[in-house]
């Protein structure tokens, strides 16, 4: 089992949160458990601290008809099966008040979507859990902002915190990641991660929905960790075209062992 204190150790080790987009059991039974179960086989074997990660509801969507997923109260005996089955700690993302208690019950980090990077109240009452919270800078956020919302989030006594950056909005439908980011933000003592899947999405790119150019999330991912990420959010599909979300800026699960293994060595170098 991955021991959550190792984020907060001054020798903060490489880690990864890593699976699927969402919960899609509904059309493929069976399917999360068995992500969750590979993941783990790929990251045990490469001795990288792991967390996996599958949202419940993606609220955020382009389109009123896009995939979102069966809700917290359909998902609660899933991830308990995860936790209790394959024994990896787990991380997701909250929308709403009402699911942030019963999803601290189940979950090791809670994730503050981007969208939701701003919201004080929502920060503050997933800090005061006391879970690991993942935060998710905004598209529209810049990096010395992030003090701000930690502070939102320390007011509680909570000092649990990872930061999460996905990218900046670069005119329409497109994203840019600043590298200079990654020193800025780790300047305010919290690890800092790359979201190097969504970093390459082209919000509202497709025909109601977000288009992605997954042919770069290797070289977001490398460049960031040698800009000094301690880890690196990828999102995960054993078959990207057949996700019933974001799947353009997915990467196939047969790609992470190699990928993995070239960022723990880019960030051993660096260290």
């Given at each position: ?199 390459v999405q082209l919000p509202s790119g497709g025909a ?64």
């Amino acid at each position: 089992m991955f021991d959550l204190k190792s984020f907060y150790n001054s020798e903060v080790p490489f880690f990864a949160l890593a699976g699927p987009d969402v919960i899609e059991d509904s059309e493929r039974p069976g399917q999360t458990l068995d992500f969750a179960r590979k993941l783990k086989t790929i990251f045990e074997k490469l001795q990288i601290p792991f967390v996996f990660k599958v949202s419940y509801d993606k609220a955020n969507r382009t389109s009123l008809g896009g995939f979102r997923g069966p809700g917290l109260k359909d998902s609660l005996e899933l991830f308990r099966q995860i936790r209790n089955e394959v024994n990896v700690p787990l991380v997701s993302d909250v929308h709403r008040f009402e699911e942030i208690e019963p999803a601290a019950q189940v979950l090791d980090i809670i994730q503050i979507p981007a969208f939701l990077s701003r919201q004080t109240d929502m920060l503050v009452e997933v800090a005061r859990t006391g879970r690991i919270v993942n935060f998710k800078k905004g598209q529209f956020m810049a990096p010395r902002d992030v003090e701000h919302a930690l502070n939102k989030m320390t007011s509680t006594g909570n000092e649990r915190i990872i930061i999460t950056e996905r990218g900046y909005m670069f005119g329409y439908n497109n994203m840019v990641v600043d590298m200079r980011g990654f020193p800025i933000m780790k300047s305010f003592g919290y690890p800092v991660i790359i979201d190097a899947t969504h970093s390459v999405q082209l919000p509202s790119g497709g025909a109601g929905k977000s288009a992605g150019e997954r042919q770069f999330v290797k070289t977001l991912a490398c460049s960031a960790v040698a800009a000094g990420a301690d880890g690196v959010f990828l999102e995960t599909h054993e078959n990207p075209e057949i996700a019933l979300c974001d799947g353009p800026n997915m990467i196939p699960m047969a790609e992470i062992e190699a990928l993995m293994d070239k960022l723990k060595a880019i960030h051993a170098l660096v260290r």
